[in-house]
């Protein structure tokens, strides 16, 4: 048995001992992490899908340009992460700010034109695999992943069965598509990942809910840097592709640090009936500078500065209009005395 799969069998088990332990517990605030302000550099996590495939340019990236992007990270001295040690150190305040390379949906060109740099240059990163599409036309097979899945440096993650919209599934369909993809895991790399990544970045409470009974992190497509506040089952990533993927804009990106905030209402991001949401971010007595946040939002289908109003730490929007696309975005910045912090939320907006 491989060292993956031993260590992913014990994570499980110490997974399940944890969820008795909670579930035993009559305290509902014994079920929480006691979150506190830290000088956490946090993990910035990028997201790609597509090598040198121009006609896809939302999921593309020029393979040049990754190779610059690479360079940019190593020129700036910061350390790719290796996603291994989430699960020792999530918790830990990191004092050295640390890259994360994620890539989803394991398209072919991947294969073919990434990974064998990423190899040669042993940088680490997490491939997202939706099980359904394996071996089909344009994506890997399970011979490519296993070859991969033997590198020290590759870990897989669950990107779901179907890679469908999963807010728009019944309950029992959504549930249904998530044991399929984790069987198919079992079948082929003799265990289910412990890394999971909402297709779309869309999830309700439900979702979450059932994916935190089966994983241990995963990670969403809102914009923000990981610290230790953050939920691990709602991590944010930076998407990266030819639209959003150009040299100044990528530095800028790299350089920020986390926004912490101690909560953000509504923890629900799946808006049916309470569109627009009624928005607060709740941040921490040390956090200072607050005053300086600037946040954008998309309701209408507009980017525009948000109204914002901030009172005891407490931040609440007052949005234009409704959300109009499937999907409604928020970006905070703050300059902290020239430190550029940065937080993001996502909602699903329930289609008629």
């Given at each position: ?21 909670l ?19 946090g ?18 990236i ?6 610059q992007q ?49 190899k ?9 695999v ?7 036309k344009?994506?890997m ?11 020290s ?37 003799g ?5 999971f ?48 993927g150009?040299?100044k ?39 200072k500078?607050l ?62």
């Open positions: 048995m491989s060292v993956k799969k031993i260590l992913s069998l014990a994570a499980s088990t110490i997974k399940l001992f944890i969820i008795i332990l579930f035993s517990s009559n305290s509902k605030a014994e079920e929480q992490i006691i979150k506190s302000y830290s000088d956490d550099k993990i910035l996590a990028l997201m790609y899908h597509r090598f040198d495939e121009s006609k896809y340019p939302s999921t593309n020029q393979m040049d340009v990754f190779k690479i360079e940019i990270i190593k020129n700036s001295n910061y350390n790719f992460y290796n996603p291994k040690n989430l699960e020792t150190n999530f918790h830990i305040t990191k004092f050295e700010k640390k890259i994360l390379i994620t890539i989803d949906d394991a398209f072919s060109s991947f294969y073919e034109v990434a990974w064998p740099y990423l040669k240059e042993k940088i680490p990163f997490i491939l997202f939706s099980t359904e599409a394996i071996g089909k344009g994506y097979t399970w011979n490519q992943i296993k070859e991969l899945e033997r590198e440096i590759a870990h897989i993650g669950n990107h779901s069965h179907t890679h469908g919209y999963l807010v728009d599934l019944k309950n029992n369909d959504f549930i249904e598509d998530i044991k399929t993809a984790n069987k198919i895991f079992i079948k082929n790399l265990y289910n990942p412990i890394f990544s909402y297709p779309f970045g869309e999830y309700s409470n439900f979702i979450k809910d059932h994916i935190a009974k089966n994983f241990i992190f995963s990670f969403g497509q809102h914009s923000g840097v990981i610290d230790i506040n953050k939920d691990q089952y709602e991590l944010p990533r930076f998407p990266i592709n030819e639209k959003y150009d040299l804009r990528f530095q800028f990106l790299i350089n920020l640090q986390p926004l912490q905030y101690k909560s953000v209402i509504p923890e629900e991001k799946y808006l049916i009936k309470n569109n627009p949401p009624n928005f607060s971010v709740e941040f921490f007595d040390e956090q500078n005053n300086n946040i600037n946040c954008f939002s998309d309701e209408g289908n507009q980017w525009e500065k948000s109204n914002i109003n901030f009172s005891k730490k407490i931040l609440t929007i007052d949005f234009r209009e409704k959300f109009i696309f499937r999907r409604g975005r928020i970006n905070c910045s703050l300059n902290d005395n020239g430190v550029w912090r940065w937080f993001g939320v996502q909602f699903s907006i329930k289609q008629n």
